[in-house]
């Protein structure tokens, strides 16, 4: 899981980002809201955001606008960090999108409560399945500009692991891999997981037949190549939330 936080006080800072270290989040430390806009704009996301509100250059109220018009970003909870006399500027930056806030000093057990309640309340994410990674990297650009999150895996196996780990709400999964096949994690998520659609794809038209023939019948089969347009219509017609 990856965590950023938006903090111009040092101390607090650190206090912050070592709780969430603690609990095995990987950690994006950014001392503004100017830098964090900079670093989205790259085209990085994260899973949480935990933000100052009063800090130079632009303010965690600039940065909540900024977040919430980007439909790629709008869904990422974002939890304000604030000193215990400023509720006036945390009603206002609920009212802006922000999911929670907690007061400084930073308390590690209030913290983490609040930031797996903020994970809870999320959109399961789209477990992108392909032994390929320019075509992973290609589907996460594909969905994530659509405001969809993304889990990838380059293999049953791990794809399995990720069931177990992550909240999904969609498997999208190549058909021919290494060891083990689409059909094979078809099989095994449907067995454990039978509410979540799986979609498999295909370079190999002859495999749509295979599909048809299999004891286990995914939500959908879409060829190799796609159109962009086709992915995102398959998927909100299925009702995946974003």
């Given at each position: 899981?990856?965590?950023?936080?938006?903090?111009?006080?040092?101390?607090?800072?650190?206090?912050?980002?070592?709780?969430?270290?603690?609990?095995?989040?990987?950690?994006?430390?950014?001392?503004?809201?100017?830098?964090?806009?900079?670093?989205?704009?790259s085209g990085m996301v994260v899973d949480v955001i935990l933000s100052d509100l009063m800090m130079p250059e632009?303010?965690?109220?600039?940065?909540?606008?900024?977040?919430?018009?980007?439909?790629?970003?709008?869904?990422?909870?974002?939890?304000?960090?604030?000193?215990?006399?400023?509720?006036?500027?945390?009603?206002?930056?609920?009212?802006?999108?922000?999911?929670?806030?907690?007061?400084?000093?930073?308390?590690?057990?209030?913290?983490?409560?609040?930031?797996?309640?903020?994970?809870?309340?999320?959109?399961?994410?789209?477990?992108?399945?392909?032994?390929?990674?320019?075509?992973?990297?290609?589907?996460?650009?594909?969905?994530?500009?659509?405001?969809?999150?993304?889990?990838e895996s380059e293999s049953v196996d791990i794809a399995l692991q990720k069931l177990e780990s992550e909240k999904?709400?969609?498997?999208?999964?190549?058909?021919?891999?290494?060891?083990?096949?689409?059909?094979?994690?078809?099989?095994?998520?449907?067995?454990?997981?039978?509410?979540?659609?799986?979609?498999?794809?295909?370079?190999?038209?002859?495999?749509?037949?295979?599909?048809?023939?299999?004891?286990?019948?995914?939500?959908?089969?879409?060829?190799?190549?796609?159109?962009?347009?086709?992915?995102?219509?398959?998927?909100?017609?299925?009702?995946?939330?974003?």
């Open positions: 899981m990856k965590a950023m936080i938006i903090e111009d006080d040092p101390v607090s800072m650190k206090v912050a980002s070592a709780i969430l270290g603690k609990n095995d989040f990987e950690v994006y430390e950014m001392t503004s809201a100017t830098k964090a806009i900079d670093f989205f704009k632009a303010s965690g109220f600039t940065f909540l606008q900024y977040i919430k018009s980007e439909k790629r970003l709008a869904s990422i909870p974002v939890i304000l960090c604030t000193a215990l006399s400023d509720m006036e500027s945390v009603v206002k930056g609920r009212r802006l999108g922000a999911v929670d806030y907690i007061v400084k000093p930073v308390d590690s057990e209030i913290l983490m409560n609040k930031i797996h309640k903020a994970l809870e309340h999320r959109p399961g994410a789209v477990l992108v399945v392909d032994d390929e990674p320019m075509f992973r990297e290609l589907l996460r650009q594909i969905l994530e500009r659509e405001g969809y999150r993304v889990v999904i709400s969609l498997i999208l999964s190549d058909v021919k891999m290494p060891q083990k096949s689409g059909f094979e994690l078809l099989k095994s998520s449907k067995e454990k997981y039978p509410d979540i659609p799986c979609l498999l794809m295909s370079g190999y038209r002859s495999l749509a037949g295979e599909v048809h023939e299999s004891t286990e019948k995914p939500d959908g089969f879409i060829s190799k190549p796609f159109k962009n347009i086709e992915i995102i219509h398959r998927i909100k017609s299925m009702g995946v939330s974003n």
